[in-house]
Every structure is written in C-alpha cells, then in structure tokens.
C-alpha cells in the first residue's frame, strides 16, 4: 500500500533561518507532488507542484523553494525565514489525473 | 481554469441530512468533480468524485446536473464529527498528467445537538 511521510511534525525557527521539509512517498511510482500551506483559519494555499524528477512548478512568488531530487521525495527550502512563513505545511501526492490525492500529516511551523 | 464558489458556512444538526452545493460554471469536458473533508490540523481526506448524474458511496452522495457546472455534496444524517471544512475541486489538469489540485475556500459545516 501507498504511504507517504511528513516531518517534523511541529518546528519552532528564529526569523532569518533556514528551512527545509521533506516528504517521501512510498509504495507508488512517478507520483504528482504537491506543497501546500495554509494559515490559521484559512484554506489550503498551492505553493509548489511536480509531475516528475526535477520538474518543479511554482504558483506563489515567495520566500520558499521546491525540489525533487528523486522520485518519490519533495523537499520544501528556505534559505532566510520571515514571519509571514508560520503555517501549517502539507505534502500530498496523487497517482494521476483524476484520482485521490493524499496527504501528509502536516508540518506546523513556527517563525518567531 | 476551473474556479469553484462554495458557501463560507453551513450549519446542522444530528441526524439532519446536509447538502453543500459547489458551482463550477467554467468546468471543463474532460474534468471530474471532487470533494475533500478537512479537520483542524490534518490533511484533507478524499471524499468522493463523480463526472456526471450521480455518485454513492458509504460516507456521501454527488449529484451533478447535466450541464455540470454545479455539483452537490450531500451528507445523509450527520454526526458531531462531520463538523469539519468540505472541498470541492475541478479539472486544472497538468501537462504530463494529474490535477494541479487548487483548493477553494471550502464550506464550513458545523453540526450541532
């Protein structure tokens, strides 16, 4: 069966930090990847998405980046944190057009 | 690209059967419909999807009309632990295959006794 890690699961990071959040999937190949984040009370905010190896597609201009140094792994960076950074951070990946997507179990971060 | 309007809010009670209707008047011929349910600080869970007339399964019902730009979510007999954020998602397809997945505002449902 398909699974797919997220972590850590809380993070505390001073302003000016780095970051970085990984996510690997197991049990499938050639996953679509997906990072979302969303801010207290709101919806789910697409950040970064991929269709396979090195193929990294950005939908907000920002202070983060995206990378997919193998199949199944999606790492989410940032070189200096900003306050506006704080969220609550999510992995999913999908098999394909048209089917379910999952999801990790979320990262919440902390800029302080 | 498929943009989706949901109402902000909805109210129920225990028991009550709950209908959370999503428009999509731009959807295209080759997309599905998709819904999402959404607890505090977890992933969204795959609820159900459906392309036209209707869809069943253990947790939810999809109608769709024949011009599908409108779909409805419907929740027969709702419990405490339905209150949660429901999605509903469109097309958005990938050069290379999938869904970009852009996620709506959602539905806030609260059940109540």
């Known amino acids: 069966s398909q699974t797919i890690h997220q972590w850590p699961a809380t993070l505390v990071q001073p302003v000016g930090s780095p970051l970085s959040l990984e996510c690997t999937v197991e049990?499938?190949?050639?996953?679509?990847l997906y990072w979302y984040r969303q801010a207290a009370g709101r919806g789910l905010q697409l950040l970064f998405y991929s269709v396979g190896i090195g193929q990294i597609s950005s939908e907000v201009p920002q202070n983060l980046s995206a990378s997919r140094p193998q199949d199944r792994q999606f790492i989410l960076s940032s070189k200096k944190l900003l306050l506006s950074d704080s969220g609550f951070y999510l992995c999913a990946w999908t098999g394909g057009r048209n089917t379910e997507a999952f999801f990790g179990q979320g990262t919440r971060l902390t800029v302080v | 690209l498929a943009k989706t309007t949901q109402p902000i809010s909805m109210d129920s009670y225990e028991g009550q059967e709950v209908n959370i209707t999503c428009s999509h008047n731009?959807?295209?011929?080759?997309?599905?419909i998709t819904w999402y349910q959404q607890f505090p600080s977890q992933g969204p869970r795959f609820i159900i999807q459906?392309?036209?007339t209707k869809v069943t399964n253990e947790v939810a019902s999809l109608f769709i009309p024949a011009d599908r730009k409108s779909s409805t979510l419907s929740l027969p007999r709702v419990s405490l632990s339905d209150t949660a954020v429901y999605y509903c998602l469109v097309g958005d397809r990938l050069t290379g295959g999938g869904n970009k997945l852009t996620f709506g505002t959602g539905t806030q449902l609260k059940v109540e006794l």
């Open positions: 049990g499938t190949s050639n996953p679509n």
């Open positions: 731009n959807i295209a011929t080759n997309d599905y």
């Open positions: 459906g392309y036209k």
